[in-house]
């Protein structure tokens, strides 16, 4: 007889988007080197610390194309120069496995782009969910000047994540703040 | 090249569950015949109308495990003699595919077993995640006497619904009000 799994509870407080059930994975700004376009900027903020840019959870769900992977992603409020505070952003591994996410606070983009270099980008609001399709690598962007940008995502068990791609190329597009508020343009910096 | 799939963004409104996106599929009480315990009081219930009993979306994702399947899915607060409003509840048609749930607002249970008779449930309250593992079927019961008990869900793209096995047999436990708080007893018609 095939050994059945317990089921489990989480809690991740809508509110911090954080759960007390198992350390988060943290990415401080240190580990973002050359993914912001302004180098000088990067500097500056730099030389004042090395703050949180973002954190999210891996559950440990099993890698099986029969399981799901969640948990929630935090992108804190923040810029580099113009450029708003974002995660990394990936690939999976699987390259044609998708993504949900569901925003349970703040304001930001989901960016995506595919290898063909089609882009697409949405707009994240609290109660809406991206569907991100295979083939496309994506980033959390936060344009709240003032509140953590909070998901709830799901992918397959068995996506895993390729971020090399992304650190080595970036994405085509920035989000950058202009006049006060979110622009979506070109990375000067984008090396397809 | 491989057709690269369009990202979706739909709304779901975290206080009440709906999405403005398409028509949810909705449950009413006369599809729920001979699922609750108390035939009497179902019959009295049907007497005074057809409530809705739960509803929720299907997004139309491909049926692939390279994608997941999501949405919310809303379960109202009511009691069918003592017992309280519930969903169908289901198998997955490939049994040891998961699912998670992630609870938006309310109180309540998520009851699984599994085929082998391991039963198992978790208590369901805002900010939690419940991780439904392979082979357990899994129902969502609103134990609140006035807020709607909504999750967010996602579950792989080929899992697919077995309904038919829980209608004919039911769950092995029910969840029912006793001296104003929920209990979980034996189902006095449980067919296994």
Known sequence: MPHAMLSTLTDFDP?????????????????????????????AARAQGDPVVYEFYDMGVPHSEKDVAYGTS??????????????KGHFHTVIDTAEV????????????????????????????????PGRYAHRSINVS?????????????????????????GFRKLVVEENGAPAVVDNPRWGG
């Open 15 to 43: 509110h911090t988007g954080l759960s007390g059930a198992r350390p988060s994975i943290r990415r401080h700004l240190s580990k973002m080197q050359n993914m912001f376009a302004d180098a000088e900027a990067y500097a």
């Open 74 to 87: 935090i992108t804190y409020p923040g810029k580099i120069g113009r450029e708003y505070y974002m995660t």
């Open 101 to 132: 996410y569901y925003c349970l606070r703040g304001r930001g983009f989901m960016m995506m782009e595919s290898p063909e270099g089609k882009v697409e980008w949405r707009e994240l609001t609290r109660g809406t969910a991206v569907y991100v």
């Open 145 to 169: 000047a003032t509140e953590p940008l909070i998901t709830f995502f799901a992918f397959p068990g068995h996506a895993g994540h390729d971020y090399g791609t992304i650190e080595t190329r």
